[in-house]
């Protein structure tokens, strides 16, 4: 009874285990970082490898000064000891002003880009170079598409060169082994030159360049007793051109010369009674003369 009266209290502790307290997210600052620093520096040495020289030097001496203000009244600073405003004088204790200049950006042969693209601006020059000379272009696959659409001169293509000079798009008619432009010694022009000359005239008559007409002629020798002489025949088929030129369409104002050279250029050089030789040039002269590294090539 006595110990049913008094029980016994016992008091169990339970201690519970755990695993080690968190670590945090402390390595993962540590990490980015890390890698914003590494894209900082390859970006730098980007930009050290994308400017030049010149540029390089213009930003050090931007930020490093070689003149330092001597005032003590704090007058040297942004404003150099200059009050804004009507009257304003310039203090003679402050620093000189800095101006730096930095060389525009360059593309890899040394022309001049535009700040905000970086990429070269094309002068009015240029453009209207460029542009004439894709008119030359099509007007020679224009030519050439004639020629080929026409049955009665797909067989003389090989009397027709046509060809890029530095005074402009050279359309050249010449005399083959047994294809002649015109009549031995005459300036009667034959039908089918005249075709020839139609269809040059199809493919040039919208252009606003002038023309350039020279006749030439191999160097057999005249015998004719009231001299006339391969002078006179070259300027006598250059103007007999010129006029089959108008009928076929080219305005007359654009006819700049008319000239006859005789043997003096002769297109096979080595052999001067070549049937090469004997031969009508028309030009399409430039508007803009081509510098010679801008010389288009045949």
Do not use: C
């Not at 016994?8 to 540590?30: C, D, L, N, P, S």
């Not at 203090?91 to 693209?117: C, H, I, K, R, Y």
């Not at 894709?134 to 020679?140: L, N, P």
């Not at 004719?224 to 103007?239: F, H």
């Amino acid at each position: 009874m006595a110990d049913n009266a008094n029980p016994t209290i016992i008091i169990v502790k339970r201690v519970k285990k755990g695993g080690h307290g968190h670590h945090g997210g402390a390595w993962k600052v540590a990490y980015a970082d890390f890698v914003t620093a590494m894209m900082a520096f390859f970006l730098l040495l980007w930009l050290l490898n994308a400017v030049t020289e010149e540029q390089l030097q213009g930003i050090s001496n931007y930020f490093a000064p070689t003149t330092v203000s001597k005032s003590q009244s704090g007058a040297g600073g942004m404003l150099g000891g200059q009050v804004f405003g009507s009257g304003a004088l310039p203090s003679s204790t402050s620093s000189p002003a800095v101006t730096v200049s930095l060389p525009p950006p360059t593309l890899n042969d040394g022309q001049e880009q535009d700040e905000g693209t970086g990429l070269r601006m094309e002068t009015d020059e240029e453009a209207a170079a460029r542009h004439e000379q894709e008119q030359f272009q099509e007007a020679a696959e224009k030519l050439k598409a004639i020629i080929r659409k026409t049955p009665d001169l797909a067989g003389m293509a090989q009397n027709i060169l046509v060809d890029n000079t530095a005074e402009g798009l050279r359309i050249q008619l010449v005399d083959a082994e047994n294809t002649a432009m015109f009549p031995s010694g005459s300036s009667a022009m034959m039908d089918k030159t005249k075709k020839i000359f139609s269809a040059i005239a199809s493919a040039v008559n919208e252009m606003p360049q002038k023309v350039s007409i020279s006749g030439h002629t191999d160097a057999v020798k005249f015998n004719d007793a009231s001299g006339y002489t391969n002078w006179e025949l070259s300027a006598d088929r250059a103007l007999a051109s010129r006029r089959v030129l108008i009928s076929a369409g080219i305005r007359e104002e654009r006819i700049a010369r008319v000239v006859g050279r005789a043997d003096t250029d002769p297109l096979v050089a080595n052999n001067p009674i070549d049937p090469r030789n004997r031969r009508i040039s028309i030009v399409l002269l430039r508007d803009i003369v081509a510098t010679p590294q801008d010389q288009p090539k045949p």
